[in-house]
């Protein structure tokens, strides 16, 4: 099955490329952008930036120590589009291989010599992964038997012994590799890396061992800490390690771990990381919005992990956090060219940010740029949206659960379906049976769609009188389920309610009392200080909810806001609590975050003080 993610035992079943296929609408204009503009993207950057021909030995050597994952992102990229530049690239990565299986173009002749930061083992993850796509879209290949080689070196070199990773990868890798092989000593070792970490099997460093989570056993963890993209790869290897293992123990540890982490470290948008220094989540409710890190990557990793808790537990929360994940991270991410990219996404930018034409040398800024020294965050986002058709569905012991909306084709659970939507700037969600089929189809209303409601639309037949209008009757959050059996052309019809809502956060984050956000069914909005709109100045525009909007083509709405005026007398601080002088009465207009940033340079935030 064509599926990133293919665990042998859970409660759902993924289905795969194989089984869903997207059609023009939000999801399908992306993955057809990435397929045709954002693939040749990073490949031309990473030719130009030196990074594929270090794979042909070209000295000096370019890029970051780890720059070799990058290409390997990119073939899994490649190879979930199939994309027809994978074969010369494969070529040219199998040349550098040496001849027991090691790879690596900046490590080669002084070999493990630095696992805190050496990289080593986490771009064979990252090989592994692009392998296994290539194996279950296409099969072996020269691509399939160089990560294969290089999974049995890992093997041979470090199933005994006490060393890891710095940056968690080959785990769920590794898992992934079994899984498609049934190769079982690819279990064992993702299986000791998991048990190793937290030992401790790193040296210790200036942000501490919390960083690459290696200060606490695995089994011993409480929530998700230090750096947001190495805890949550971690933790989705842990997970995919218990599920093959029938370890129910090491899974409920990290459903707790998560349940606290989306309680207390986890942005409005889903996204994760509040510190810049360390890339790190921070303690819990430290949550500011103008200096959230946010990686691009860590959102992507937060979908991964969510996904994979959803199919072992079939529980809906996972479905909604990805879901929020999927819109206002992953959706922010890339332009909507498909051509620059986001590495930090803040909820606030207080000065508008220089474009920038080639090369970011740094992570943060307000605006997208085409490339990066550390370009992780594109080939991220290449090989997710390629691979996103196979999160969309799974196949229940009882039929079919489609977890998030978009226009296509869905065959799996005994069943098929047609999807048309124009989610998620409406919330009607027709799906047509194509075949005739027995089963249960279960629809995922989302936690704020409380007014949802779901009819059945039968057939018509030839020889049956004409139905009476649908039964529409309201559905609860979770997965709304329907009985079969069914014929061709039965039709369920969801409505989820659309309207605007205000948004207020916990009091125990310091940052964000006062103030409040709005949100429209899965998307966050926010205030961009563009031509079209009033100034936002120093940024102390007040709104006053409840909200009152109107949608201006689906996409924009607007609040009523007073713009504050001059305040203060040289002095920030006042012996009247909240005074302030009165301003000038304005509509302010709001986007959906995602759409940020690409009409120039902008301030912007998501909290607005009230």
């Known amino acids: 099955m064509a599926n990133p ?158 060393e890891t990773c710095g940056h968690p990868v080959i785990e769920m890798a590794l898992v992934e590799l079994y899984r498609v092989t049934g190769t079982e000593r690819y279990l064992e070792m993702a299986r ?5 970490r937290g030992m401790p099997a790193l040296a210790d460093i200036p942000f501490g061992r919390a960083y690459y989570q290696d200060d606490v056993p695995v089994r011993q963890a409480q929530v998700l800490r230090g750096h947001a993209v190495r805890a949550l790869y971690l933790a989705s290897g842990v997970v995919d390690v218990a599920v093959e293992t029938g370890d129910q123990n090491l899974l409920k540890m990290v459903e707790s771990q998560w349940e606290r982490t989306i309680a207390r470290r986890t942005h409005l948008t889903g996204g994760m990381g509040s510190r810049h220094a360390d890339e790190s989540y921070g303690e819990d409710y430290e949550l500011p919005p103008d200096r959230a890190y946010n990686e691009t990557c860590a959102g992507i990793a937060s979908i991964m992990l969510a996904h994979r808790l959803l199919l072992a537990t079939g529980d809906v929360k996972y479905a909604d956090l990805a879901e929020r994940t999927l819109y206002n991270m992953l959706a922010t991410g890339v332009a909507l060219d498909g051509r620059s990219f986001f590495y930090a996404n803040p909820l606030q930018v207080r000065v508008p940010s220089v474009p920038v034409d080639g090369v970011n040398h740094a992570a943060e800024g307000g605006l997208r740029s085409p490339w990066f020294d550390v370009s992780c965050c594109p080939n991220n986002i290449a090989r997710t949206i390629a691979s996103l058709p196979a999160y969309v569905a799974g196949a229940a012991a009882d039929g079919l659960r489609i977890h998030h909306y978009a226009s296509g084709e869905i065959r799996g659970g005994g069943l098929a379906v047609r999807v048309e939507t124009g989610y998620p700037w409406n919330g009607s969600v027709s799906v047509r049976v194509l075949e005739d089929g027995r089963g249960r189809i279960g629809l995922r209303v989302p936690a704020w769609a409380a007014d949802a409601t779901l009819s059945h639309v039968p057939a018509s037949s030839p020889d049956a009188p004409l139905p009476e209008g649908p039964v529409i009757r309201p559905v609860s959050p979770g997965y709304a389920v329907v009985d079969g059996p069914w014929r061709a052309g039965d039709e369920i019809r969801l409505e989820l309610p659309m309207t605007p809502r205000w948004t207020f956060p916990d009091r125990r984050i310091d940052a964000l009392r006062g103030s409040a956000a709005v949100e429209r069914g899965p998307l966050v909005y926010c205030a961009e200080s563009v031509a079209d709109q009033p100034p936002l100045g120093d940024l102390s525009a007040r709104v006053r909810p409840p909200v009152e909007h109107h949608v201006d083509d689906v996409v924009e709405l607007e609040v009523a806001a007073e713009l504050g005026a001059g305040e203060g007398n040289g002095w920030p601080y006042s012996a009247v609590a909240n005074g302030h002088a009165e301003g000038t009465d304005v509509r302010l207009r709001l986007i959906p975050y995602h759409r940020w940033g690409n009409r120039g340079p902008a301030t912007m935030r998501v909290w607005l003080p009230i």
């Open 192 to 196: 000791r890396f998991v048990e190793r």
């Open 5 to 162: 993610v293919l665990p042998s035992s859970g409660v759902l079943s993924p289905l795969g490329l194989d089984a869903v296929s997207l059609s023009p609408g939000f999801w399908g204009d992306r993955v057809a952008l990435n397929r045709e503009v954002t693939i040749a993207h990073c490949q031309e950057w990473e030719e130009r930036e030196g990074w594929i021909g270090n794979f042909r030995g070209e000295r000096p050597r370019r890029g970051r120590e780890f720059s070799d994952s990058e290409i390997y992102k990119l073939l899994e990229a490649m190879a979930w589009a199939e994309h027809p530049g994978l074969p010369a690239l494969a070529e040219i990565v199998a040349q550098a291989q040496e001849g027991d299986g090691y790879l690596n173009t900046r490590w080669s002749g002084s070999r493990y010599t630095d696992f805190e930061w050496g990289h080593e083992l986490y771009c064979y993850g990252h090989l592994i992964q692009a392998g296994v796509a290539r194996l279950r879209m296409h099969g072996e290949d020269p691509l399939t038997r160089v990560a294969v080689k290089a999974a049995d070196h890992v093997c041979r070199r470090f199933m005994e012994g006490s």
